[in-house]
């Protein structure tokens, strides 16, 4: 663990003080409401199944609606997306008061209310966790997602508690007052400033809606921890079951009620607490995989308790394992994930952690309703414990985690030294690369400074990694600034997945056309790169533009482009003097924004390419939906050890 001494306050960020008032709003009226609905569909009906299928129409909207959710939260600003789920969420707060007042709201009223509830939720969580890696540094981010934990186990802590009180004034009362707090949240989120959306807006196809399974599906690290949440909170769930043990075995009345929905939340808390001040820096694939153990023999004992004290504290240790579980989790979820696709894969991570929790009240209420509320909650745990167990076996990547930052540099040697080791190399990039797991952590240093992304240096890496650090070996998976990249064998040569940097058009830029020496048809920009597209392969093949002009440009680098010649889709060469490189030989970052440009041109989306420098070099490129699959190979020339 960090010492706190060492770490800059959260509290000097006003735009996360904001929004972890915001979460904290939302999420403590949402408890309230749920204790308020819980106890009146009880006892209108006294039916367990009635309180499994308040959790089936949570999840219905979670899976159903997965892909939009996702689109909706890297297409537009998360502030106005999780606002809006507020506005939805009070009128429905509004509903369950009136219905209540008028004597209306009875089974079926409450079913619909609860799955719009449950829609607007299922937009509002994955953009709510996509928000904070947008509005705090890097370094901060696992304590931040700690940090904004405590939010809800604050929330989880004091609503339900403030729920079971108010109730004993009715539940239009407690319906009231949600409305109202539902309104200030949506007020506090207008006010947090940050990166709230994609900087580039992608065209929606099936690729794209599909790209946050993908990218999990092709991450060993980030498929384990979800999946083993999954499978964990579906089993070990025991929330729809309070009721009957307040009413039925503890006997107890809201207040008990109240109580035991706020138990999970004190243990969350308090171990949210300690992790937004001390960060997990050792052994966290282990430590997830055993919290979750605990969880389970947690619900176990809870399962078989009789007495209130007991079920309290099992649910407090069940709360800090699970809090523990979920940081890890969502710390290597955010720190392995572009900002622009994080909104699609947080959509996929909510609808498996969200999912399985709603489903898992419905599989909790459903059981209980044919073997008992004792039975169904004893075997979730039994369950649980067995799921951690085989997930061990199944995922060594995970169970190898030993840090959740990513990529802070902690076992890099320090960036002077890098920057030193890449000049004294003077190369267009040198690659620094460290284990992690059963993965790696890749940088890039040109001998001027750190770049976000380079083809050929992971290129290279996958084959010094496949070919003599691990020859059995037939993919690898680096965490890089620019998310995770995927190298997979390909007959002789390896194909490399990487993020799609989509352009669009700008006028030429004044100077542009005599500084290239050529005029161009088209001029396109994105984040990183200017774009020309010229006449013909020719005109590229023999440009000569002035360096001096490109390295002050706006952009890290000038790509050249134009339809092909003998036997080639199109043809570029890339210059980045900015970066040290005058030209580069062959560069694969190029060539993710060269990909969706052809692509759109060509109305193909495989091509053969080649880049026209002195030395040249033909890439293989496939787009696939945001993704930009490239393929080529690696001719090993030397070897040796540096003295650092």
Same mark, same amino acid.
């Given at each position: 663990?960090?010492?706190?001494?060492?770490?800059?306050?959260?509290?000097?960020?006003?735009?996360?003080?904001?929004?972890?008032?915001?979460?904290?709003?939302?999420?403590?009226?949402?408890? @309230?409401?749920?204790?308020?609905?819980?106890?009146?569909?009880?006892?209108?009906?006294?039916?367990?199944?009635?309180?499994?299928?308040?959790?089936?129409?949570?999840?219905? %909207?979670?899976?159903?609606?997965?892909?939009?959710?996702?689109?909706?939260?890297?297409?537009?600003?998360?502030?106005?997306?999780?606002?809006?789920?507020?506005?939805?969420?009070?009128?429905?707060?509004?509903?369950?008061?009136?219905?209540?007042?008028?004597?209306?709201?009875? &089974?079926?009223?409450?079913?619909?209310?609860?799955?719009?509830?449950?829609?607007?939720?299922?937009?509002?969580? %994955?953009?709510?966790?996509?928000?904070? %890696?947008?509005?705090?540094?890097?370094?901060?981010?696992?304590?931040?997602?700690?940090?904004?934990?405590?939010?809800?186990?604050?929330?989880?802590?004091?609503?339900?508690?403030?729920?079971?009180?108010?109730?004993?004034?009715?539940?239009?009362?407690?319906?009231?007052?949600?409305?109202?707090?539902?309104?200030?949240?949506?007020?506090?989120?207008?006010?947090?400033?940050?990166?709230?959306?994609?900087?580039?807006?992608?065209?929606?196809?099936?690729?794209?809606?599909?790209?946050?399974?993908?990218? !999990?599906?092709?991450?060993?690290?980030?498929?384990?921890?979800?999946?083993?949440?999954?499978?964990?909170?579906?089993?070990?769930?025991?929330?729809?079951?309070?009721?009957?043990?307040? &009413?039925?075995?503890?006997?107890?009345?809201?207040?008990?009620?109240?109580?035991? &929905?706020?138990?999970?939340?004190?243990?969350?808390?308090?171990?949210?607490?300690?992790?937004?001040?001390?960060?997990?820096?050792?052994?966290?694939?282990?430590?997830?995989?055993?919290?979750?153990?605990?969880?389970?023999?947690?619900?176990?004992?809870?399962?078989?308790? +009789?007495?209130?004290?007991?079920?309290?504290?099992?649910?407090?240790?069940?709360?800090?394992?699970?809090? !523990?579980?979920?940081?890890?989790?969502?710390?290597?979820?955010?720190?392995?994930?572009?900002?622009? @696709?994080?909104?699609?894969?947080?959509?996929?991570?909510?609808?498996?952690?969200?999912?399985?929790?709603?489903?898992?009240?419905?599989?909790?209420?459903?059981?209980?309703?044919?073997?008992?509320?004792?039975?169904?909650?004893?075997?979730?745990?039994?369950?649980?414990?067995?799921?951690?167990?085989?997930?061990?076996?199944?995922?060594?990547?995970?169970?190898?985690?030993?840090?959740?930052?990513?990529?802070?540099?902690?076992?890099?040697?320090?960036?002077?030294?890098?920057?030193?080791?890449?000049?004294?190399?003077?190369?267009?990039?040198?690659?620094?690369?460290?284990?992690?797991?059963?993965?790696?952590?890749?940088?890039?240093? +040109?001998?001027?400074?750190?770049?976000?992304?380079?083809?050929?240096?992971?290129?290279? +890496?996958?084959?010094?990694?496949?070919?003599?650090?691990?020859?059995?070996?037939?993919?690898?998976?680096?965490?890089?600034?620019?998310?995770?990249?995927?190298?997979? &064998?390909?007959?002789?040569?390896?194909?490399?997945?990487?993020?799609?940097?989509?352009?669009?058009?700008?006028?030429?830029?004044?100077?542009?056309?005599?500084?290239?020496?050529?005029?161009?048809?088209?001029?396109?920009?994105?984040?990183?790169?200017?774009?020309?597209?010229?006449?013909?392969?020719?005109?590229?093949?023999?440009?000569? %533009?002035?360096?001096?002009?490109?390295?002050?440009?706006?952009?890290?680098?000038?790509?050249?482009?134009?339809?092909?010649?003998?036997?080639?889709?199109?043809?570029?060469?890339?210059?980045?003097?900015?970066?040290?490189?005058?030209?580069?030989?062959?560069?694969?970052?190029?060539?993710?924004?060269?990909?969706?440009?052809?692509?759109?041109?060509?109305?193909?989306?495989?091509?053969?390419?080649?880049?026209?420098?002195?030395?040249?070099?033909?890439?293989?490129?496939?787009?696939?939906?945001?993704?930009?699959?490239?393929?080529?190979?690696?001719?090993?020339?030397?070897?040796?050890?540096?003295?650092?």
């Amino acid at each position: 663990m960090d010492s706190p001494a060492r770490q800059p306050s959260l509290l000097r960020h006003r735009p996360f003080v904001l929004f972890w008032c915001a979460r904290t709003s939302t999420s403590g009226a949402y408890q @309230m409401q749920a204790v308020a609905v819980g106890w009146q569909l009880y006892d209108l009906t006294h039916d367990p199944l009635d309180l499994g299928l308040v959790g089936l129409m949570q999840f219905f %909207p979670v899976v159903v609606l997965a892909l939009v959710i996702g689109q909706t939260a890297d297409h537009f600003d998360r502030r106005v997306v999780a606002g809006t789920c507020q506005v939805v969420k009070a009128i429905c707060a509004a509903l369950f008061a009136l219905g209540t007042l008028q004597g209306w709201l009875d &089974r079926s009223s409450i079913l619909v209310l609860i799955l719009i509830t449950g829609t607007a939720r299922a937009f509002e969580a %994955p953009t709510l966790h996509s928000i904070v %890696p947008g509005i705090v540094p890097r370094p901060l981010l696992p304590r931040a997602i700690a940090a904004s934990a405590t939010a809800q186990q604050t929330a989880v802590i004091c609503g339900p508690a403030l729920g079971g009180f108010l109730y004993v004034l009715g539940p239009a009362v407690v319906y009231g007052l949600c409305t109202a707090v539902f309104i200030t949240a949506c007020i506090l989120i207008s006010f947090v400033q940050g990166k709230h959306h994609a900087a580039q807006r992608k065209p929606v196809s099936v690729e794209t809606l599909f790209a946050g399974f993908r990218y !999990i599906r092709d991450n060993p690290i980030l498929l384990g921890a979800v999946s083993l949440d999954l499978f964990a909170v579906l089993l070990g769930g025991v929330t729809a079951l309070l009721p009957i043990y307040a &009413r039925d075995i503890l006997g107890s009345g809201p207040w008990g009620l109240g109580l035991l &929905r706020s138990a999970p939340a004190v243990g969350a808390l308090s171990m949210s607490v300690f992790l937004a001040r001390h960060a997990i820096e050792r052994r966290a694939g282990l430590l997830m995989l055993g919290t979750v153990c605990i969880f389970g023999l947690a619900s176990t004992v809870f399962a078989l308790s +009789t007495s209130i004290a007991l079920s309290f504290a099992a649910l407090i240790v069940y709360g800090a394992a699970d809090a !523990i579980s979920v940081v890890i989790r969502q710390s290597l979820v955010q720190t392995r994930t572009p900002h622009d @696709m994080l909104g699609r894969v947080m959509s996929v991570n909510s609808m498996f952690s969200g999912s399985s929790g709603t489903l898992g009240e419905f599989r909790a209420g459903a059981l209980a309703a044919w073997i008992g509320a004792v039975p169904s909650a004893l075997i979730g745990g039994v369950g649980v414990i067995l799921v951690a167990l085989t997930w061990f076996r199944l995922f060594p990547a995970l169970r190898g985690i030993e840090r959740l930052t990513g990529e802070t540099g902690e076992r890099f040697p320090d960036e002077a030294t890098m920057l030193a080791i890449a000049v004294e190399n003077n190369l267009s990039e040198t690659a620094f690369l460290v284990p992690e797991g059963g993965d790696y952590q890749l940088r890039w240093f +040109t001998p001027v400074l750190e770049v976000p992304l380079c083809g050929h240096g992971t290129l290279a +890496t996958a084959a010094v990694v496949m070919e003599r650090l691990e020859p059995k070996r037939n993919s690898v998976v680096f965490h890089t600034k620019s998310g995770a990249l995927t190298v997979k &064998r390909a007959g002789a040569g390896f194909v490399m997945d990487f993020p799609a940097r989509p352009s669009e058009p700008v006028p030429l830029p004044a100077g542009f056309a005599t500084a290239l020496g050529a005029e161009p048809m088209e001029v396109y920009i994105n984040s990183f790169n200017y774009m020309a597209v010229l006449e013909s392969a020719k005109m590229v093949r023999v440009l000569t %533009p002035d360096i001096e002009f490109l390295s002050g440009m706006d952009r890290m680098g000038v790509i050249v482009t134009a339809q092909g010649d003998e036997g080639y889709d199109f043809v570029s060469r890339y210059f980045a003097p900015i970066k040290g490189i005058p030209e580069d030989p062959v560069t694969g970052a190029a060539h993710c924004m060269l990909a969706p440009y052809w692509a759109t041109r060509l109305g193909k989306t495989t091509f053969r390419a080649y880049q026209a420098s002195a030395r040249g070099g033909e890439v293989g490129c496939r787009v696939v939906g945001d993704r930009v699959e490239l393929e080529g190979s690696c001719v090993f020339y030397m070897e040796g050890q540096a003295e650092i």
